[in-house]
T-cell receptor, first 115, second 115 residues
Framework: KNQVEQSPQSLIILEGKNCTLQ??????????LRWYKQDTGRGPVSLTI?????NTKSNGRYTATLDADTKQSSLHITASQLSDSASYIC??????????????FGTGTRLQVTL | KAGVTQTPRYLIKTRGQQVTLSCSPI?????VSWYQQTPGQGLQFLFE???????NKGNFPGRFSGRQFSNSRSEMNVSTLELGDSALYLC??????????????FGEGSWLTVV
């Protein structure tokens, strides 16, 4: 069964510090991996999309990495801000089937940035 | 351009009632998918529509149904509501079918509470 596991489940960091969130997956065959940011009570917003051939993708202070061999991805947040407080969701797509039913969602990492 | 619009944002229903949720995708997007999100669980796939046709349905009981209209707007209906149906229901749209680097845009969601 395809699975996406994220760690840690939750994280508290001080404003200005960096942090790294992890995503391990067992989805096969792999097509692409997406990271989303979801503020409390809001819909997820896309941060990055990476395909098999890409191992790094940046979006401002967010940098995602992908190791397709070990089936691991990470999301690194640099110089965190209070507005980074949110859940971060890893989503892996199986094959290139063109259907949402082949998306596997992680349960997310809840990040809290404090003063 | 306007994002994915979901209505209503919040609603409270009684067990046994039915509910209809609406989703207007981004203009020009033909693919609409629906998800249920509950605390501690990742997003669970409900349905996917493309050009008024249901392409896939997730592992949910028949009480959950949906449809897509010719203007790509979509509705989902839940009949005979149960307490366990309380969740955030998210709609997402994409330009064409979900594949490759195609970005999936989520709406803000409809919060359903069943009492």
């Amino acid at each position: 069964k395809n699975q996406v596991e994220q760690s840690p489940q939750s994280l508290i960091i001080l404003e200005g510090k960096n942090c790294t969130l992890q995503c391990n997956y067992t989805v096969s065959p792999f097509s692409n991996l997406r990271w989303y940011k979801q503020d409390t009570g809001r819909g997820p917003v896309s941060l990055t999309i990476m395909t098999f051939s890409e191992n790094t993708k940046s979006n401002g202070r967010y940098t995602a990495t992908l190791d397709a061999d070990t089936k691991q991805s990470s999301l690194h947040i640099t110089a965190s801000q209070l507005s980074d407080s949110a859940s971060y969701i890893c989503v892996v797509s199986e094959s290139n089937t063109g259907t949402a039913s082949k998306l596997t969602f992680g349960t997310g990492t809840r990040l809290q940035v404090t003063l | 351009k306007a994002g994915v619009t979901q209505t209503p944002r919040y609603l409270i229903k009684t067990r046994g009632q039915q509910v209809t949720l609406s989703c207007s995708p981004i203009s020009g997007h033909r693919s609409v998918s629906w998800y249920q999100q509950t605390p501690g669980q990742g997003l669970q796939f409900l349905f996917e529509y493309f050009s008024e046709t249901q392409r896939n349905k997730g592992n949910f009981p028949g009480r959950f149904s949906g449809r897509q209209f010719s203007n790509s707007r979509s509705e989902m209906n839940v009949s005979t509501l149960e307490l366990g149906d309380s969740a955030l229901y998210l709609c997402a749209s994409s330009l064409v079918a979900v594949t490759g680097r195609n970005t999936i845009y989520f709406g803000e969601g409809s919060w359903l509470t069943v009492v």
